[in-house]
């Protein structure tokens, strides 16, 4: 309920000394109003942006050679202790001592990050370097930003793996969901509008390219625990733009999944699924 009464017609006042006074009783009303409608909120809006500097700092760290690893690690657990309790939804700051075990599975990450980079070198025809890949694929980013964020995902750390992706997600216009499964080495190719959800799983050897979802079939707060989300088996190649829905569909190892597909129900090994639809090509009379 507003402390403070709406006018039902815009007034309007001259500029004089009365008119100033009114002014500052309705600054101080509304800014009133405003506390009282804030007063419940706890958040705090510093969490995003220091989380979007960790996270840029974490890249560089691990893949740039000139990094000073001791100084970087040492401001990189500062700004994860700082992160992790404002973030943090369990007693006791339990939170603040969850670096240790973050980073003590970095080396691992790195390991899958580099399997992840050189199949993308492997796989992709316009790729010249390894460099390349690392410094000019939005793709690898939004790979190496999942990999971190699934990491904070299964130490409970939930807002700041979703911040974490969620960045990655502005910036790659690739989302991926912390908690999605997905093994190395895994390829994405130009990046943009892909969409894979919590509980999708993804097996090593896969290539998904530009538009694609693996996504629900329907979506409500009571199927939160359930798998609601495809499994992709190894080797399979999803091609631009195809959908593919639910927590039972299960793409078969080695099958192609070809452009604007729309699956919605498991498909064998070795399947190729083509979208059918045909484009009648005529030629122009001129007159």
Request: some cysteine; proline content about 3%; charged content about 20%.
């Amino acid at each position: 309920m507003l402390l403070y009464p709406i006018p039902k017609k815009r007034l309007t006042f001259n500029l004089s000394k009365n008119n100033s006074i009114f002014r500052i009783v309705i600054k101080n009303l509304i800014i009133e109003n405003l506390k009282a409608l804030k007063k419940n909120s706890s958040i705090n809006y510093g969490i995003k942006t220091k989380t979007e500097a960790f996270t840029e700092k974490l890249f560089y760290t691990l893949f740039d050679k000139n990094a000073p690893l001791e100084k970087s690690i040492a401001e990189l657990e500062v700004q994860f202790k700082d992160i992790a309790n404002l973030a943090c939804q369990k007693p006791d700051n339990l939170c603040d001592s969850m670096w240790d075990k973050f980073l003590e599975i970095l080396p691992t990450v790195l390991e899958q990050l580099q399997q992840d980079a050189a199949y993308i070198l492997e796989n992709d025809p316009a790729s010249n370097s390894i460099d390349e890949v690392y410094l000019g694929y939005p793709g690898f980013y939004a790979i190496a930003i999942y990999r971190l964020s699934h990491e904070l995902y299964h130490l409970d750390l939930l807002l700041f793996s979703r911040l974490m992706s969620e960045y990655a997600h502005r910036i790659t216009g690739t989302d991926i969901h912390a908690g999605a499964t997905i093994a190395s080495p895994f390829f994405i190719d130009h990046a943009t509008g892909i969409v894979i959800g919590e509980t999708a799983i993804i097996e090593k050897n896969v290539k998904i390219y530009q538009g694609v979802t693996l996504g629900a079939l329907s979506v409500s707060k009571e199927m939160k625990d359930a798998k609601r989300h495809p499994t992709v088996e190894k080797n399979v190649c999803i091609y631009a733009n195809a959908t593919i829905l639910g927590g039972d569909t299960i793409i078969g190892e080695g099958s192609i999944v070809g452009g604007n597909a729309w699956v919605t129900k498991s498909i064998p090994a070795k399947s190729m699924v083509l979208n059918t639809t045909t484009t009648e090509v005529r030629i122009k009379e001129i007159k």
